[in-house]
């Protein structure tokens, strides 16, 4: 019971902001979600051992090393603005001009939807609420 229970809320929580973004209802799902201006978002370089949060509007972007993070929306539960927080995000590497990473991260999770660079990590704190 444990088992589906946490299974249920992991694939709700996770498909809802997406499902909802295209007009389809999950059922059971929370469908009250709030968007948020932007987000922020903390960067881990493993080689310096350094780490910084970053306040990232949906205008702006983030820099960390030769990466650009932009947040093109995210979102969190109306009923608990520190709670969950979802967001869509797409980082850009500058040396090798290419797209590294582009989709939803999950603040609570991120390892459901990681960002795989062999220097940095980024990933969602929370939505910027005010």
Known sequence: MVRS???????????????????????????????????????????????????VDQSNDARIGHLIAMVKECRYPADNPAGEAFAWIDVYDTRADEMLFSGWMVASSPALNALDHARYDLWVLNCKTS
């Not at 909802?20 to 209802?25: E, H, P, R, S, T």
């Not at 009250?32 to 370089?45: N, S």
């Open 5 to 55: 229970a946490v299974t249920f809320f992991l694939v709700s929580a996770f498909f809802a902001p997406a499902a909802l973004a295209q007009g389809i209802a999950i059922p059971g799902a929370s469908e009250h979600f709030m968007r948020a201006d932007g987000a922020i978002i903390r960067g881990l370089d493993r080689v310096a051992g350094t780490s910084v949060d970053f306040e």
